[in-house]
């Protein structure tokens, strides 16, 4: 691989604007539009969601198996990186432009084009995620690495907020929470797949100089379906793989969750403006941004796995402190403009602290690759980043899945019975809170606890790079050996 230069990264990162894109709209806006604009129950608002993540965890790992043996012109990852880009575009606008009317039509819609846009989504986020891994092989420029191209993700991610909160679902006379306005969904949806398009096409082209320096699948690595199947289960029996990406998973639940009941608890429970809404759930950008541009260096003083309890303790704690501190009387009226100060400062603070979380997960599996590729001698990015794939939309799916059936279990009242939070109950709303509040909070538990018996730490990994090299060494000097070795036999 010769020296990165600073334009191949910029292309590299460029490309997770369209993950930052799709994730953010899905994670904030998706059940809501279904539920709240369109009608939908919560129910069946989360059966269809939680269909689509859950052909997810089949084939983000299957794609990851694929993409490590394929072989064409293009290399390994970039074939399917092209080959995303329209499809997924388009299904991400018809999602949010359905073009039927009833309940269950509107389910069923919804059922299909998830999986779609889901699906699309693999064939461009896992080879995407795995090239990273390709870049490099230092243990600390993986971080810097990780911490940019998940800086671009958030660039992304405020893209929706901005064009959301600030033009398509700002407050009017005929909705004072534009968010219920049916008719700013459509081309709200096609700016953003427009947006998907660019940011694939443009790191696909921006990166595919490095194709014929980019390792290449080993004559062990085939498509044949069986050998697929043995890639990927070979890959889910490496424990580090195992605890590593299972702890974030289950941090992933209550993430995902409080990000779906933002929207409900942001316009019904502190009775705030859309752009005011805007501007609290926009202020996680430039903390995650200001958090990635930190995090490389204090990483480089703490081991990774001391980064992941930083990020998912300090994350919970100040995510669920507004909360906490209003029912112990510690918090602003809601409705207050002392309320939104106090909402954003807590936000920032909650993702600033769990950009360490971000980086180090991302980081670790390449280090679990390294350990992966000693013990099998075969490269498998794309196996563990497609489970990393499929993590990574869980917080996108099974979050507001599990959202929607709670939210028909506290019965929360139809859309059109509700404007304000006047409206609802009070019990109602005490339930809401205490779902996105402690119940947040109890939900990372058992993440800590898986993640206590993660042990690839930098030593170990040292000393793994050290005998894959040896290897390697052996490999290149045993044709220069042969001859003599031959001749000895002869003689």
Known sequence: MPPLTLNTKLAYWFGQIAEGLK?????????FYYNQVLG????????????????????????????????????RRHSFMYVSALPMAVCFFLLFNPLVTTEISLFIWLLVFVVLTRFTMTLYTVPHNALGAELTND?????????????????????VYGLGFGIFFAASDAFPNGQTNVDAYPPFAAILALGIFVSIIGSALGTKHLVPHLPKATS????????????????????????????FL????????????????????????????????????????????IAPYMMQYIEKKQALYIGAIG????????????????????????????LVFC????????????????????????????????????????AYAFVIKATAGIGPAI?????????WPDAETIQSGEAIPPDTLFQLAMIAGPGLAIGFIPALLVWRNYSLDKARHKIILAKIHSRESESDVAPLLAPSQEQATKS
């Open 139 to 159: 243990y600390h420029e993986r971080n810097s690495i990780m911490a940019f191209r998940l800086l671009f993700g958030s660039l992304g991610s405020l893209i």
């Open 23 to 31: 994730n953010t709209s899905f994670a904030v806006f998706l059940l």
């Open 220 to 247: 062990a690595q085939t498509l044949n379906p069986v050998q697929i199947l043995l890639d990927v289960r070979s890959a889910f029996q490496n424990s580090s793989f195992i605890w590593l990406v299972g702890g």
């Open 40 to 75: 939908v129950s919560g129910t069946l608002c989360g059966i269809a969601l939680f269909v689509g993540i859950s052909i997810d965890a089949v084939s983000d790992p299957l794609m990851g198996s694929i993409s490590d043996a394929w072989r064409s012109k293009y290399g």
């Open 403 to 411: 959202a929607g059936v709670l939210l028909d279990f506290i019965n």
């Open 347 to 386: 936000h920032f603070m909650a993702y600033l602290v769990l950009s360490p979380l971000s980086i180090a997960v991302s980081s670790m599996l390449a280090d679990v690759a390294d350990e992966q590729q000693l013990v099998t001698n075969a490269r498998q990015e794309g196996v563990f980043f497609g």
């Open 315 to 342: 994350w919970v704690i100040f995510y669920i402190a507004p909360i906490v501190l209003h029912f112990a009387g510690l918090f602003p009226t809601p409705g207050s403009v002392n309320t939104v100060y106090a």
């Open 250 to 293: 289950l941090v992933s639940l209550p993430v995902g969750l409080g990000t779906a009941l933002q929207l409900y608890l942001n316009t019904y429970f502190w009775q705030i403006s859309p752009e005011n809404i805007g501007i609290v759930l926009g202020s996680s950008i430039p903390a995650l941004m200001l958090g990635l541009l």
